[in-house]
């Protein structure tokens, strides 16, 4: 039911890039690809490709990167991006309905819910294909709709309406300025972190100004188990230039008490994350 296309983005150092996020179609193939400013860097995607493979093992291809400093470099020729001012790629698989005869911009970004025991599958198997995660919400009640002939779920789905912005911070706020604004109005919660210990106040590493009290929050209240969860999945201080490779052991102080780690596991612990981060947003 699943085919799957391939995106590749890249992460460039442009100090005086676009200080908003351009929609532009390409001169090689018409498709359109975004450059955006991302966390004092610039972010240029995406590529659609067929892709049959691990999406694990999805990467950034010589001539993904090509095409996309190319196009980019057209726009704006003074900028002369090349390879060097690239920081890392990165990569994903789109969960596309099957269609590899199709032209991969062609193909549905909607998304449909099968029941299996109509086609003489299992009883109760629902499977969801296709859709985007912009559109997570609409997906969300198409599936919570299907569920409900065969089980009554305890919650109902909150009225987009009833969502709170209260306390939220400005929309021009810059984690440079503060990194509790990717919080919202949750960021209360992280400073009376740092209000019990005034040490988690701290950055966890000199070249970007995420803290420690993030670390314990992630774990305490975001369900992270491990490095690589807190500095690449709950916080954007993975996606730094540096990695946040010197904030590791820092780090890694506060989560051991907190999940209970023996000493063999607080040692394999920096390389499990230096693997991931290599494996996450390899260098081109």
């Known amino acids: 039911l699943i085919g799957g296309t391939k995106g590749s983005h890249i992460v460039v150092d442009w100090p005086n890039g676009p200080q908003h996020a351009l929609f532009v179609s390409a001169r090689e193939d018409g498709r359109p690809f975004f450059i955006v400013p991302w966390y004092r860097y610039?972010?240029?995607?995406?590529?659609?490709?067929?892709?049959?493979?691990?999406?694990?093992?999805?990467?950034?291809?010589?001539d993904e990167v090509r095409y996309l400093v190319d196009e980019c470099n057209r726009l704006f020729p003074a900028a002369a991006i090349s390879r060097e001012d690239i920081l890392?790629?990165?990569?994903?698989?789109?969960?596309l309905p099957h269609a590899p005869d199709s032209k991969e911009g062609t193909i549905t970004r909607s998304h449909m819910?099968?029941?299996?025991?109509k086609t003489g599958g299992p009883e109760g198997l629902l499977s969801v294909v296709g859709g985007k995660l912009t559109t997570?919400?609409?997906?969300?009640?198409?599936?919570?709709a299907a569920i409900r002939k065969r089980a009554q779920p305890s919650l109902s789905p909150?009225?987009?309406?009833?969502?709170?912005?209260?306390?939220?911070?400005?929309?021009?706020?810059s984690l440079d300025d503060d990194p509790l604004t990717l919080y919202g109005h949750r960021a209360e919660e992280?400073?009376?972190i740092v209000a019990r210990d005034p040490s988690l106040g701290e950055r966890i590493c000199e070249h970007n100004p995420e803290i420690l009290a993030q670390v314990a929050y992630a774990v305490e209240r975001e369900?992270?188990?491990?490095?690589?969860?807190v500095f690449l999945r709950r916080l954007p201080i993975g996606w730094s230039r540096c990695g946040a490779s010197d904030g590791a052991a820092g780090a890694i102080a506060i989560m051991?008490?907190?999940?209970?780690?023996?000493?063999?596991?607080?040692?394999?612990?920096?390389?499990a994350y230096e693997r991931e981060l290599r494996h996450t947003l390899p260098r081109v």
């Open 223 to 229: 369900a992270a188990v491990t490095l690589a969860d």
């Open 113 to 117: 819910v099968i029941d299996h025991v």
């Open 190 to 192: 992280v400073r009376a």
């Open 256 to 271: 051991a008490p907190l999940l209970g780690w023996d000493a063999a596991r607080i040692a394999a612990e920096p390389a």
């Open 136 to 144: 997570y919400r609409s997906l969300s009640r198409s599936g919570l």
């Open 88 to 95: 890392y790629s990165y990569s994903g698989v789109r969960p």
């Open 42 to 62: 610039t972010l240029i995607g995406t590529t659609d490709i067929h892709y049959d493979g691990d999406p694990s093992t999805a990467e950034a291809t010589p």
């Open 158 to 173: 909150r009225a987009a309406d009833a969502l709170s912005h209260d306390g939220a911070p400005p929309a021009y706020a």
